[in-house]
């Protein structure tokens, strides 16, 4: 993207479309939460100090978005009109500068000079009909080339704040109509008494807009395809009164496009079961609709068999369906899926009836495209976590098993982890060292992921730079390096080393410990010690601090556990007793063989639903 910049005293200020648009989604010069949401994952993608949600008035830009900008501006959430998101609202397009003071148009402008910007990179803000209302921006105070991947993340998040400006106004523009279905469900029942017809037509109106508003509002808070499909049941309830809403996503698979139906979480439908992926040439009404990109109505069975596969016409039959209606689910840059209702009974959709779902299609299929894109990230994110687990070594001389349990919360991706790897240069005969360690970063999100993996990364490294290994001085370096680079690394960790007891049996435990829960062994006699000693938990704010280290010999057939606080904590309970529960567990089935005992203290002890990470690593002398 290259920079577009009108000349001098080509800008102009917001037409009124633009201000009513802003004042429906109800932004002002105040934070809002959603708008700061998108700030702050834009610092955070981008690497930037700054980022800003700037809308225009006629006067000055307003930012409701903002992370970043130092006081006064941050105070105001205001700048004046010569803001460089004028550049953006004038022409349209994303202003991508990477060094204004080398820019001879930019380096003088009133808004470089204020809020010192150096490098900038700003996306349009647009409404349904394409309308600019202000954008999205990125600012650093260095020179920088904004990377094609940074440009595409700006962009991604621009459209996702885009989203969610236009179901704002949206909701804002049914709210201002529900005055007028209101006078007019008064009006029908006050001909009540003359008309019978009339008063269904008025009925049939309520539910319309009811349907309108409760899409408006319950889609608006949706955060993944499952909660989109959950509130569809219960959104359809009075329109139609329809048997069954189903939503069919498009995927391609193995290169070509099919439709996946989502399933209901708590409820079993044959249909989701019997047919849960559709190819888009079936002839099928679903498929119909998103290959010809347009509402299909099947009104009875004739219908079905006169235009459909006898396939088609199998499965319905099986379901009890006699009308059905599917609507194509239009995302702001392709066809998302379909929408499916379907009736058990002959159902006649009036012209009402279907602009109201037509409508409500358009507010499921923008929950469906924000919905889209964050389960796409927290995809992703999810499987680099997992990635980053590795396989235990193999080792002949101690056992090993893992346990990694995420998060039910499939928004939470946390920093939990464990690693068990071998050291170099063991004496000829001799079993090789083993280190190992159990660590929980603080925070669950993406941020927290992507430092677990570096400090996992570190930690290794710096244990390998430092022979003969201590624990406490390969931690200590963490500590040194993540200070210096500076990566924000706060959370607690168990590092530790296994040796071989020479010319005796069992092995030599060396252990630190930075403020993690405390590691259990259990002995052959089935007494388990808690291993309390420990230092402070890693923290930027800490500073350097000294790191200890602690030994003791772990005779054969003891078992050592270390685990994260997810196993032992839970809202309302104190984690003592988790421990103490976890001490007991270990104390009658510590004897099991590993995989076993590691499954049973999970099963045991973790929530059935966890709302944070688990994570079990059990070490046994043969």
Same mark, same amino acid.
């Given at each position: 993207?290259?920079?577009?910049?009108?000349?001098?005293?080509?800008?102009t200020g917001?037409?009124?479309?633009?201000?009513?648009?802003?004042?429906?989604?109800?932004l002002?010069?105040a934070?809002?939460a959603?708008?700061?949401?998108?700030?702050?994952?834009?610092?955070?993608?981008?690497?930037?100090?700054?980022?800003?949600?700037?809308?225009?008035?006629?006067?000055?830009?307003?930012?409701?978005?903002?992370?970043g900008?130092?006081?006064?501006?941050?105070?105001d959430?205001?700048?004046?009109?010569?803001?460089?998101c004028r550049?953006?609202?004038?022409?349209?397009?994303p202003?991508?500068?990477?060094?204004?003071?080398?820019?001879?148009?930019?380096?003088?402008?009133?808004?470089?000079?204020?809020?010192?910007?150096?490098?900038y990179?700003?996306?349009?803000?647009?409404?349904?009909?394409?309308?600019?209302?202000?954008s999205?921006?990125?600012?650093?105070?260095?020179?920088?080339?904004?990377?094609?991947?940074?440009?595409?993340?700006?962009?991604d998040?621009?459209?996702?704040?885009?989203?969610?400006?236009?179901?704002?106004?949206?909701?804002?523009?049914?709210?201002?109509?529900q005055?007028v279905?209101?006078?007019?469900?008064?009006?029908?029942?006050?001909?009540?008494?003359?008309?019978?017809?009339?008063?269904h037509?008025?009925?049939?109106?309520?539910?319309?807009?009811?349907?309108?508003?409760?899409?408006?509002?319950?889609?608006?808070?949706t955060?993944? +395809?499952?909660?989109? @499909?959950?509130r $569809?049941r219960d %959104?359809?309830s009075?329109?139609g =009164? #329809?048997?069954? &809403?189903?939503?069919?996503?498009?995927?391609?698979?193995?290169?070509?496009?099919?439709l996946?139906r989502?399933?209901?979480?708590?409820?079993?439908?044959?249909?989701?079961?019997?047919?849960?992926?559709?190819?888009?040439?079936?002839?099928?009404p679903s498929a119909?609709a998103?290959?010809?990109?347009r509402?299909?109505?099947?009104p009875?069975?004739?219908?079905l068999?006169?235009?459909?596969?006898?396939?088609a016409v199998?499965?319905?039959?099986?379901?009890?369906?006699?009308?059905?209606?599917?609507?194509? +689910?239009?995302?702001? @840059?392709?066809? $998302?899926?379909? %929408?499916?209702?379907?009736?058990? =009974? #002959?159902?006649? &959709?009036?012209?009402?009836?279907?602009?109201?779902?037509t409508?409500?299609?358009?507010y499921?299929?923008?929950?469906v495209e924000?919905?889209?894109?964050?389960?796409e990230?927290?995809?992703?994110?999810?499987?680099?976590?997992?990635?980053?687990?590795?396989?235990?070594?193999?080792?002949?001389?101690?056992?090993?098993?893992?346990?990694?349990?995420?998060?039910?919360?499939?928004?939470?991706?946390g920093?939990?982890?464990?690693?068990a790897?071998?050291l170099?240069s063991?004496?000829?005969?001799q079993?090789?060292s083993?280190?190992i360690?159990?660590?929980?970063?603080?925070g669950?999100?993406?941020?927290?992921?992507?430092?677990?993996?570096?400090?996992?990364?570190?930690?290794?490294?710096?244990?390998?730079?430092?022979?003969p290994y201590?624990?406490?001085?390969?931690?200590?370096?963490?500590?040194?390096a993540?200070a210096?680079?500076?990566?924000?690394?706060?959370?607690?960790?168990?590092?530790?080393?296994?040796?071989?007891?020479?010319?005796?049996?069992?092995?030599?435990?060396t252990?630190?410990?930075a403020?993690?829960?405390?590691?259990?062994l259990?002995?052959?006699?089935?007494?388990?010690?808690?291993?309390?000693?420990?230092?402070?938990?890693?923290?930027?704010d800490?500073?350097?601090?000294?790191?200890?280290?602690?030994?003791?010999t772990?005779?054969?057939?003891?078992?050592l556990?270390?685990?994260?606080?997810?196993?032992?904590?839970?809202?309302?309970?104190?984690?003592?007793a988790?421990?103490?529960r976890?001490?007991?567990?270990?104390?009658?089935?510590?004897?099991?063989?590993l995989?076993?005992?590691?499954?049973?203290?999970?099963?045991?002890?973790?929530?059935p639903?966890?709302?944070?990470?688990?994570?079990?690593?059990?070490?046994?002398?043969p």
């Amino acid at each position: 993207m290259a920079e577009q910049i009108r000349k001098p005293g080509t800008e102009t200020g917001p037409d009124a479309a633009q201000q009513q648009a802003v004042r429906l989604a109800g932004l002002s010069a105040a934070p809002d939460a959603d708008m700061d949401r998108f700030t702050r994952l834009v610092t955070r993608l981008l690497r930037v100090p700054v980022a800003l949600v700037s809308l225009m008035e006629r006067d000055r830009v307003i930012l409701p978005g903002m992370t970043g900008l130092p006081e006064p501006r941050a105070g105001d959430r205001a700048l004046p009109s010569h803001a460089l998101c004028r550049y953006v609202v004038s022409s349209g397009q994303p202003l991508i500068v990477p060094d204004a003071r080398a820019n001879d148009r930019l380096r003088t402008d009133p808004a470089i000079t204020a809020l010192g910007v150096v490098s900038y990179a700003g996306m349009p803000l647009t409404d349904s009909d394409g309308l600019v209302l202000g954008s999205l921006c990125a600012i650093d105070h260095r020179p920088r080339t904004w990377t094609d991947g940074e440009q595409r993340d700006l962009a991604d998040l621009t459209a996702a704040c885009s989203a969610e400006l236009r179901l704002r106004i949206l909701s804002a523009q049914r709210r201002s109509t529900q005055k007028v279905l209101e006078t007019a469900r008064a009006t029908a029942e006050q001909a009540r008494s003359d008309a019978e017809r009339l008063e269904h037509e008025a009925q049939a109106g309520l539910d319309h807009a009811e349907l309108l508003l409760r899409a408006s509002e319950e889609l608006a808070q949706t955060s993944g +395809l499952e909660d989109v @499909r959950r509130r $569809l049941r219960d %959104l359809f309830s009075g329109v139609g =009164k #329809p048997a069954y &809403v189903g939503l069919l996503v498009a995927e391609k698979v193995a290169d070509k496009q099919e439709l996946r139906r989502i399933p209901h979480p708590d409820i079993v439908y044959a249909m989701e079961q019997e047919v849960p992926l559709l190819p888009a040439d079936a002839a099928f009404p679903s498929a119909r609709a998103f290959r010809e990109r347009r509402t299909v109505f099947v009104p009875d069975r004739q219908g079905l068999v006169a235009d459909h596969s006898p396939e088609a016409v199998a499965v319905f039959d099986r379901m009890g369906f006699s009308t059905v209606l599917c609507l194509p +689910l239009w995302g702001s @840059r392709a066809l $998302l899926g379909v %929408l499916a209702i379907c009736w058990t =009974k #002959p159902h006649q &959709v009036s012209i009402t009836e279907r602009a109201t779902l037509t409508a409500a299609s358009g507010y499921i299929a923008q929950a469906v495209e924000r919905a889209l894109y964050l389960d796409e990230r927290i995809s992703v994110a999810r499987q680099l976590q997992e990635a980053m687990l590795t396989d235990l070594p193999l080792a002949d001389h101690v056992e090993t098993s893992a346990l990694y349990q995420p998060s039910a919360n499939g928004n939470m991706i946390g920093g939990d982890w464990y690693d068990a790897y071998h050291l170099p240069s063991a004496p000829s005969g001799q079993p090789a060292s083993l280190m190992i360690t159990v660590g929980d970063i603080t925070g669950h999100d993406m941020h927290a992921a992507t430092v677990m993996g570096q400090v996992r990364s570190m930690l290794r490294q710096a244990t390998l730079d430092h022979p003969p290994y201590s624990p406490a001085t390969a931690v200590t370096a963490l500590e040194a390096a993540c200070a210096v680079l500076p990566i924000e690394a706060g959370g607690t960790l168990v590092h530790a080393r296994l040796d071989p007891v020479h010319n005796g049996p069992g092995w030599n435990l060396t252990w630190s410990n930075a403020g993690h829960p405390p590691p259990l062994l259990r002995t052959p006699d089935a007494h388990v010690t808690l291993l309390t000693e420990h230092d402070i938990l890693l923290h930027q704010d800490f500073g350097p601090s000294h790191r200890t280290e602690h030994r003791l010999t772990l005779p054969p057939h003891s078992t050592l556990l270390l685990y994260t606080d997810g196993l032992v904590e839970h809202p309302g309970h104190d984690i003592d007793a988790g421990i103490a529960r976890l001490v007991s567990l270990l104390a009658r089935h510590g004897d099991e063989p590993l995989s076993h005992l590691v499954r049973r203290i999970s099963k045991r002890l973790a929530d059935p639903h966890p709302g944070d990470d688990v994570v079990v690593l059990a070490v046994r002398v043969p």
